[in-house]
Structure formats: C-alpha cells, structure tokens
T-cell receptor
Framework: AQSVTQLGSHVSVSEGALVLLRCNYSSSVPPYLFWYVQYPNQGLQLLLKYTTGATLVKGINGFEAEFKKSETSFHPTKPSAHMSDAAEYFCAVILTGGGNKLTFGTGTQLKVEL | DGGITQSPKYLFRKEGQNVTLSCEQNLNHDAMYWYRQDPGQGLRLIYYSQIVNDFQKGDIAEGYSVSREKKESFPLTVTSAQKNPTAFYLC?????????????FGSGTRLTVV
C-alpha cells in the first residue's frame, strides 16, 4: 500500500534561514507527488508538484524541490525564510492504480521566528 | 475566475441536529471530495464522487451523508449520528485523472457543536 511520511510535525526556523520540509513515500513505482500549503482557517493551496519530466521543480513563494527516486523523497526547500511562510504544509501522493485519490501526510507546522 | 466555494465559513450545530455544508465548483471537474481536518491528524477522507449520481465512502464516512445530483455541487450532511462533529471541513475537486494538477480546494467550513 502506498503511504507518505512527513518528518517533523513542527519545524521552527529563523527569518532568513533555510527552510527544509521532508516527505518520503513508500512505493515501488514512482508516484505523483504534491505539496500543499495551508494558512490558518483557509483551504489548501498547491505549493509544488512532481508528475513527470524534470526532477527539480519550482513552486510558489520561492520553494523548490527535487524528486529523488533512489531516496524515495521529495523535500521542498526555500533559501531564505520569511514570516509569511509560517503555515502548515502537507505532502500528498497519488499512486497510479490506487483509485486516483490523494493520500496526505499528517502535516508539518512551520514556525518562522525573528 | 473558476474555483470552489464552500459555505458557510462558520457553522454552529446544536446536539442532535443535522447540518448541511455546501460545496460548489465551476471548474467543470468530474470528481469531488470531502475531507475532515482535526489538529495533528492531517486530512481524512469522508466521501468522494467521481461522477454525477455516484459516490463512495472514504475512511471516516460514519455519521455523514452526501449527494451528487449535479456536477457542480457536492453537499455534505453531518448527521446527529456523528458523535464528534466539531472540525474543519474541506471540499476539493479534480479532473477524473488528477495526476498532473492534483486537487483544487475550497476555503473550508469550521463546524462547532454548541
């Protein structure tokens, strides 16, 4: 069965520091991978995605991520954190043949400190 | 602009009452989904529908009901059988094969039992 694991339910960084979010998936077949960002009391917004093609993808708000098949990972990074990056981030996966449904990780709450 | 509209944004329910959450999309998406979000538990799938007049139970369907009479609309009823309905509810939609674009989410409804 497919699953997705987010490492670190809470991540805290200083403003201007590197942001690293972590997501690993368990599947023998590369899935379709998505990251979403959620601000308080709002819906989820697509941050970035890996579907096919280039393994380094750029998303919104200055985030980018590299799909690493050998490590079954898809970790977004941002070189310099901003206060506005404080939000909850969700990794999600679709496995072909898995009913075409997204399976979500449990979320990572990002805190940005002055 | 196309999108998903959830209403109301805040909803209060008395013990023993049924309440209905609205979800409307104008994206011409075939598939629609309802998720429940509780702190620290990520998103849990309640019901989903991949075509009009058809829907399937998700992981936590007990105490909930849905209908899909129109492509644009997928209302969720929280019945009195749902013993702990206080949560944030998110509606989403997608194409039949969401591999490349993932889901589009509404802005959510926060339901509180009073």
């Amino acid at each position: 069965a497919q699953s997705v694991t987010q490492l670190g339910s809470h991540v805290s960084v200083s403003e201007g520091a590197l942001v690293l979010l972590r997501c690993n998936y368990s599947s023998s077949v590369p899935p379709y991978l998505f990251w979403y960002v959620q601000y308080p009391n709002q819906g989820l917004q697509l941050l970035l995605k890996y579907t096919t093609g280039a393994t380094l993808v750029k998303g919104i708000n200055g985030f980018e991520a590299e799909f690493k098949k050998s490590e079954t990972s898809f970790h977004p990074t941002k070189p310099s954190a901003h206060m506005s990056d404080a939000a909850e981030y969700f990794c999600a996966v679709i496995l072909t043949g898995g009913g075409n449904k997204l399976t979500f990780g449990t979320g990572t709450q990002l805190k940005v400190e002055l | 602009d196309g999108g998903i509209t959830q209403s109301p944004k805040y909803l209060f329910r008395k013990e023993g009452q049924n309440v209905t959450l609205s979800c409307e999309q104008n994206l011409n998406h075939d598939a629609m989904y309802w998720y429940r979000q509780d702190p620290g538990q990520g998103l849990r799938l309640i019901y989903y529908s991949q075509i009009v007049n058809d829907f399937q139970k998700g992981d936590i369907a007990e105490g909930y009901s849905v209908s899909r009479e129109k492509k644009e609309s997928f209302p969720l009823t929280v019945t009195s059988a749902q013993k702990n309905p206080t949560a944030f509810y998110l509606c989403a939609s997608s194409t039949q094969l969401p591999y490349h674009y993932g889901y589009t989410f509404g802005s959510g409804t926060r339901l509180t039992v009073v």
